[in-house]
């Protein structure tokens, strides 16, 4: 008889290709949609999780956005990952479910901690101003479960803190786009448009590192067989990284347009520079397998079966 797996956020990008993952097959996986079970209805989720006792949950809901949406919506950044994640955490805590990924964000660091960032640093400094609402929710789902398995330390509650992503079903509209995304979109339009230049955010030069979502699946597929040992939490990153601009050549190259590139530096650029340490992931022996060059080329064919139909 499979285990019953509770995800949150099933129907987002995270939650779409964990369901595609080969080992979503060994799971009865229950992944209800925000119009039939929203997550901010602390009563609901409490009535859910009694009723379908799942044996894990993954916790990959949430209000997400690139850091034009969190700039425009810091209430709602705030206000709704709180609530969702306190409902998810607290109410699986209150049905006697044990075990529990809670999917987090390198965002939760300090904007001038040293890069490479290890979770030792988390609360050791202030945030970025442009996603401090979103990092505080994060972070309070991260101690949330800290705080819980510390009470009670048969609550298997682990977070893991993924870097920032990219991949099939990603957000393509250019209001709540994270980079990679928004760089696809217009490039394709630059190519399609016959347009010999496109505009990148800021001078370039910040630097970030994007994992493809679908190692992201493997890994919190890993994790859910090994939760006993993992630490409370861990970086899920590919470890390195590159610049603004590294990304957009290497979009341009995928595609095959050969424009060139202009800078607004009246748009907000964020932390300069957001390198997860990868020290735990390595010794737990895990590493994502997908280049970059590889995962922005599935990610454009996805976009392009999405456009087409
Ligand atoms: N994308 C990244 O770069 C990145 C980086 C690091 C960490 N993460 C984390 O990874 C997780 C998934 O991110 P993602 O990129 O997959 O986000 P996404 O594509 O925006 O999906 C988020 C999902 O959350 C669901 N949701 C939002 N509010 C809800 C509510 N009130 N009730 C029920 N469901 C609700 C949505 O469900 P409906 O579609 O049914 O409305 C949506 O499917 C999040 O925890 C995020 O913080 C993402
Ligand atoms: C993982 C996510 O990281 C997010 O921060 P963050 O990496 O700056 O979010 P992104 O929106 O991915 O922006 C990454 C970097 O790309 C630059 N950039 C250049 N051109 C563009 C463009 O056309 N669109 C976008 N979106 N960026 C662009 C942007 O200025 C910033 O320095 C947080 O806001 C979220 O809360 C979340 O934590």
Request: hydrophobic share 40%; net charge negative; glycine share 8%.
């Amino acid at each position: 008889m499979a285990q019953k797996l509770f995800l949150t956020g099933g129907g987002g990008m995270v939650g779409r290709i964990i369901q595609e993952h080969p080992a979503a097959a060994g799971w009865d996986i229950l992944a209800p949609a925000s119009k039939e079970l929203d997550l901010t209805d602390g009563t609901a989720v409490a009535d859910y999780l009694w009723r379908n006792k799942p044996d894990l949950i993954v916790h990959a809901a949430g209000k997400v956005g690139g850091i034009s949406a969190n700039m425009a919506e810091p209430v709602a950044f705030l206000d709704q990952n709180t609530m969702i994640g306190r409902n998810v955490i607290v109410c699986a805590r209150d049905a006697g479910i044990k075990k529990l990924i809670n999917l987090g964000s390198t965002c939760i660091y300090p904007r001038a901690a040293p890069n490479p960032l290890s979770e030792d640093q988390i609360l050791q400094g202030e945030l970025e101003p442009t996603n401090e609402g979103y990092a505080i929710a994060k972070i309070f789902a991260l101690r949330l479960c800290e705080y819980i398995r510390r009470e009670d330390q048969t609550f298997l509650y682990k977070t893991l803190i993924p870097c920032n992503l990219y991949g099939p079903y990603d957000k393509f509209d250019p209001k709540n786009s994270h980079l990679v995304p928004a760089i696809i979109r217009k490039v394709h339009e630059a190519q399609r448009d016959g347009s010999s230049t496109v505009e990148i955010w800021g001078d370039g030069e910040a630097r970030r590192e994007f994992m493809y979502a679908p190692d992201l699946a493997d890994a919190v597929f890993r994790a859910a067989d090994a939760l006993p040992d993992l630490p409370d939490c861990m970086n899920i990153g590919v470890g390195d990284d590159h610049t603004i601009n590294d990304y957009y050549e290497t979009v341009a190259r995928v595609i095959g347009w050969e424009g060139s590139f202009t800078h607004d530096l009246t748009k907000p650029v964020g932390m300069k520079r957001k390198l997860s340490d990868t020290t735990k992931q390595s010794a737990w022996g895990w590493h994502p397998q997908t280049s970059l060059e590889d995962g922005v080329a599935k990610t454009y064919a996805h976009f392009l079966e999405i456009s087409a139909s």
